[in-house]
């Protein structure tokens, strides 16, 4: 059965809408440590992740007005959330919202733009367990303005400004735009795929957007890519092949450190067959350990046991060879003979091996 939602004093929440929102207040605050009125009316349902992307991009002129609900209800919900945020405990802090927009423009969350309302959307409510940095970090990132946005075309379309049209196109103020109207006409595509690369030529072009494209069948935005300055992408491409290159130098010597230490291995098995089986023809011994101690293949001498040249990995290694270079195993097992009775019938010849490496006889 469902706890019903409670206030900080432990009154249960009387309406509907309480209980809705102080639910969806409490999810988000041991989830992220902070809530937001855009996270909390989104958890409601109300204001949908499409609208508040159209409206950060410049294509809705106030966030209201393609919520779910009347401007009153979202009001009144946002009343309750602050109620609430004061009564828990939380600390205030007022982030500022900017559009993904050439001009960086304050957005706005109401047609009326009361200034009191709007203050209310940006207030973001954070938990007192985060410490006085953490909160103000917390606010810098949240109002971190957010990439400029260019849109993969769909459809046919002509700019509003020019009339061409092509295959990328920038919307501003409902309006669509092509980039040379746009003026990103000069910036270059890196598409998706490199992480660093992309990282590295972003902090490097001092004017960068993300280039989207709506997937249908998903109903959500795809990244392709990104429009940065051509100087830009050069330095992150010089930086990118420096650390290939150290990457390949780091491979190298990896390799070369990992083959020294598989040829100590292998000598050190080589003695310690020998140090068992005295008669054995030191080559034979030399290639029994190249064999069981090739990295990678699985075989005993890759085991614990086989790294510590343990005296009975050694033996079980010299035993498979004999069977199968000295006796007529394999051609039994190729003619169909069950493993366990072509163990059986090649036992004699392997004692006799063991014994003739064991005493020279």
């Not at 699985?298 to 046991?305: C, I």
Request: net charge positive; with cysteine.
């Amino acid at each position: 059965m469902a706890t019903t939602p409670t206030w900080p004093d432990g009154r249960p929440a009387g309406s509907k809408l309480e209980r809705r929102v102080i639910a969806a207040a409490q999810t988000a605050l041991v989830r992220h440590r902070h809530v937001s009125p855009l996270a909390l009316l989104g958890a409601l349902g109300w204001l949908p992740g499409d609208v508040v992307d159209r409206w950060r991009q410049g294509r809705l002129p106030e966030l209201e007005r393609g919520a779910a609900v009347p401007p009153s209800r979202l009001l009144e919900a946002l009343g309750i959330f602050g109620r609430w945020a004061r009564a828990e405990g939380l600390h205030p802090g007022e982030v500022d919202y900017v559009g993904a927009t050439r001009d960086r423009r304050q957005l706005r969350f109401t047609v009326g733009g009361d200034p009191e309302v709007e203050r209310v959307y940006r207030t973001h409510w954070a938990s007192a367990a985060l410490s006085e940095p953490a909160r103000e970090r917390l606010v810098q990132r949240q109002s971190a303005p957010p990439d400029l946005v260019v849109h993969s075309a769909l459809t046919d379309w002509t700019c509003a400004d020019c009339g061409d049209t092509g295959d990328l196109l920038v919307s501003e103020d409902g309006r669509t735009l092509c980039l040379t109207c746009a003026d990103l006409d000069h910036l270059v595509f890196l598409p998706a795929g490199d992480a660093a690369l992309t990282r590295r030529a972003k902090k490097a072009s001092t004017l960068s957007a993300v280039v989207l494209r709506f997937n249908r069948s998903r109903r959500r935005h795809d990244r392709l890519g990104l429009l940065v300055e051509p100087p830009a992408l050069d330095s992150a491409e010089q930086q990118c092949l420096g650390d290939e290159a150290a990457r390949l130098r780091r491979r190298e010597r990896d390799r070369e450190r990992r083959a020294d230490q598989d040829v100590a291995l292998m000598a050190r098995m080589a003695e310690e067959i020998l140090r068992l089986f005295p008669r054995c023809p030191a080559s034979r011994a030399e290639a029994i350990a190249r064999h069981t101690g090739l990295r990678g293949s699985g075989r005993v001498g890759r085991s614990a046991a086989g790294r510590a040249v343990d005296e009975d990995a050694m033996t079980r290694a010299v035993f498979a060879s004999i069977r199968h270079e000295d006796t007529g195993y394999d051609r039994l097992l190729m003619a169909g003979v069950p493993r366990t009775e072509a163990r059986e019938r090649i036992g004699t010849d392997i004692d006799r091996v063991l014994a003739a490496w064991r005493s020279g006889s």
